[in-house]
């Protein structure tokens, strides 16, 4: 079987799949860069989208007067989506008739005039994109999907990984991270250096203990830690003696340290994937957009981040639940999982009764999170992300009408956009169009 190339890494700095959207928004109403950009600059904010693989929480921000730090980043971003687009070929740039230019000869410089001069326009490609947004936003994305694989084979490159590795639980992908709290020591207790040893050593030890539980696998991280304190020595972050008092300065610095090098180690050595953290960190949240792996940082009673596929790769499929994606040049097919709502209504109410009791058990109180319960819904269940949020909407709609065994309250607790954070890290689900994001069961 011929295997395809990957090119993963060449992908561009921005999260959210909708930045394409907004894009091909702008260049269907200019052509000019300077417009399309002003255009481009109301819709990111109109959509909540920050710079960060998070949405926004408000939208409160002006942009008719942002700061020279803040345009250089929504200038950086437009130019990327631009980039990206243009490789998908969802726009293409051309000179108009009286802009066409005849330089006595092409310098880097004169190259890079041209290109600014010239106007962005709507392809066939780009036309298609905006007529599947119009019909949904799962349309677009999967759309958008489609350009992706056929450009760099990226989607079927983290479903290989998921699934190559006999030794993970079935494509489960972990990647731990602990604070100093979470282990047992408080800031306060960073005094020598030696305690910043003793907290390397306890990570180390807890880290091994999450690769034999989730991955199967043996390993030791003593010389792995002892490169990474050597590093910490070197950097001058931390001190040579280990009776001398630790610079609380660097508190933040040398955590942030530990996270990152325990997180590309996971990535690297436990997993092998071959390209950089921050490729693989956009290739994971598109993926999760798209429905072909679910992702969380917040998943119960686990510190860190997991990682599983919600769609396979194989070359044939019969199961009306797996939706076709992608046909690849190598006979085989992307599917992914979006079960029909009348085939699995059934199994979806019993999974959401048993993971609810299962949360309010340990949790003791009537309300739980309803973010929590889909987080474990979705992983039984092994669903993208937005058919939970179909599949509940349903769900609520059969409860209204008496059609249930169970009666289900949906509230709104505190809604992020009651609290001064700025990103929104856990969306509350829309039902019926109001938010929601606790949830109580009981029997009728």
């Not at 959210?16 to 959207?21: I, K």
């Not at 962005?120 to 298609?128: Q, S």
């Not at 996270?259 to 997993?271: A, E, G, P």
Request: proline share 3%.
């Amino acid at each position: 079987m011929t295997e395809l190339n990957s090119n993963t890494n060449v992908v561009r700095k921005f999260y959210f799949l909708d930045y394409f959207y907004i894009l091909l928004k702008s260049v269907k109403l200019h052509s000019n860069q300077n417009d399309i950009f002003e255009s481009f600059k109301v819709l990111k904010k109109q959509h909540l989208l920050g710079d960060s693989k998070y949405k926004k929480l408000s939208s409160d921000e002006n942009v008719e007067r942002l700061t020279k730090k803040q345009l250089a980043k929504f200038r950086y971003t437009f130019e990327q989506v631009i980039a990206e687009s243009l490789d998908y070929k969802l726009i293409e740039k051309r000179h108009a008739e009286m802009l066409r230019p005849v330089p006595p000869r092409w310098t880097a410089e004169t190259r890079k005039i041209d290109d600014q001069r010239k106007q962005i326009y709507l392809t066939n490609i780009g036309e298609d994109a905006l007529m599947e947004y119009e019909r949904s936003k799962q349309h677009f994305n999967l759309f958008v999907l489609k350009l992706m694989e056929k450009n760099h084979n990226s989607f079927k490159q983290l479903i290989n990984l998921c699934y190559s590795d006999r030794t993970l639980k079935n494509g489960l992908l972990i990647f731990p991270i602990y604070s100093g709290l979470k282990l047992g020591f408080e800031k306060s207790n960073f005094v020598t250096n030696g305690h910043v040893i003793e907290y390397s050593k306890a990570l180390a030890y807890q880290l091994e203990k999450d690769i034999r539980t989730y991955t199967n696998k043996n390993v030791s991280l003593k010389e792995k830690e002892a490169e990474l304190i050597l590093k910490l020595k070197n950097d001058k972050i931390l001190g040579e003696d280990n009776s001398k008092a630790f610079n609380t300065e660097f508190y933040n610095a040398i955590l942030s340290r530990f996270r990152k090098y325990w997180l590309n180690y996971f990535l690297k050595d436990i997993y092998n994937y071959p390209n950089s953290f921050s490729v693989f960190n956009i290739w994971i949240e598109r993926a999760r957009q798209v429905g072909v792996l679910h992702t969380t940082e917040f998943f119960p009673d686990f510190s860190g981040r997991i990682i599983y596929p919600t769609s396979v790769v194989v070359r044939e499929m019969n199961n009306p639940d797996f939706l076709l994606a992608f046909k690849y040049p190598t006979n085989e097919t992307l599917y992914i999982h979006s079960p029909v709502w009348e085939n699995y209504h059934e199994q979806f109410v019993k999974v959401l009764l048993d993971e609810y009791y299962i949360l309010q058990k340990t949790r003791k109180t009537h309300f739980i999170n309803l973010s929590d319960l889909k987080e474990r819904i979705c992983f039984k269940l092994r669903i993208p992300s937005f058919v939970f949020d179909d599949f509940l909407q349903n769900t609520y709609s059969l409860n209204l009408q008496g059609k249930l065994h169970i009666q289900i309250s949906l509230e709104a607790d505190r809604l992020p956009q009651e609290t001064n954070a700025l990103y929104l890290k856990r969306e509350p689900i829309l039902v019926h169009g109001k938010y929601k994001n606790i949830i109580a069961i009981n029997y009728r």
